[in-house]
């Protein structure tokens, strides 16, 4: 075994083990928090990597959580590599869609559910672009499509469209002088 092969394996062992039962445990937490600020200041990140706030389902209150977005046939994408049980998703379905993704500056957008069948695709990729991925996701970016589509049922995928009224093209108001 090569030593980058131990050292990815030991990453992986160890983010597995942060993230035991699905759910991020204090590790994971402090470390989601210090990505979540460093993301929406889209500084020494790649340029993927955002946060994503969301009103919290039964607190209220906004919930920062650290995402990377993904490129695939014109669209941006989210996934959940921890599944349809992780807080963000629910509180995502909670607010109907309704959320904010920043890196630099705020852009309110709504999140689309992406029906099991059509994420596939997304999720290859996502596991091709998406390090963070890997040790969740049990199959690598290189395997077939008919083996995403057999777990995508365990994987909520959103799509990310514009919420609001579609901005103003130019500088000036139209009328003035």
């Known amino acids: 075994m090569s030593a980058l092969r131990w050292a990815a394996g030991c990453l992986y062992g160890a983010k597995r083990w942060m993230y035991r039962g699905g759910r991020p445990g204090f590790p994971a937490r402090v470390l989601n928090r210090l990505s979540a600020v460093q993301y929406s200041a889209g500084v020494l990140s790649p340029a993927r990597a955002m946060t994503l706030e969301v009103r919290g389902r039964r607190s209220g209150r906004t919930v920062s959580v650290p995402v990377v977005v993904v490129d695939h046939d014109g669209g941006r994408y989210l996934v959940s590599t921890l599944g349809n049980e992780v807080?963000?998703?629910?509180?995502?379905?909670?607010?109907?869609?309704?959320?904010?993704v920043r890196r630099g500056h705020r852009e309110?957008?709504?999140?689309?559910?992406?029906?099991?069948?059509?994420?596939?695709?997304?999720?290859?990729?996502?596991?091709?672009?998406?390090?963070?991925?890997?040790?969740?996701?049990?199959?690598?970016?290189?395997?077939?499509?008919?083996?995403f589509e057999r777990i995508a049922d365990s994987y909520p995928v959103f799509r990310i469209t514009a919420d609001g009224p579609p901005r103003r093209q130019g500088h000036g108001h139209a009328g003035r002088q």
């Open 87 to 100: 807080n963000w998703v629910r509180n995502v379905r909670a607010a109907g869609g309704r959320a904010v």
């Open 108 to 147: 309110a957008v709504r999140l689309v559910e992406v029906a099991s069948k059509d994420r596939a695709p997304v999720l290859r990729r996502y596991v091709a672009v998406a390090p963070g991925a890997r040790p969740h996701i049990p199959l690598a970016s290189d395997a077939p499509l008919t083996a």
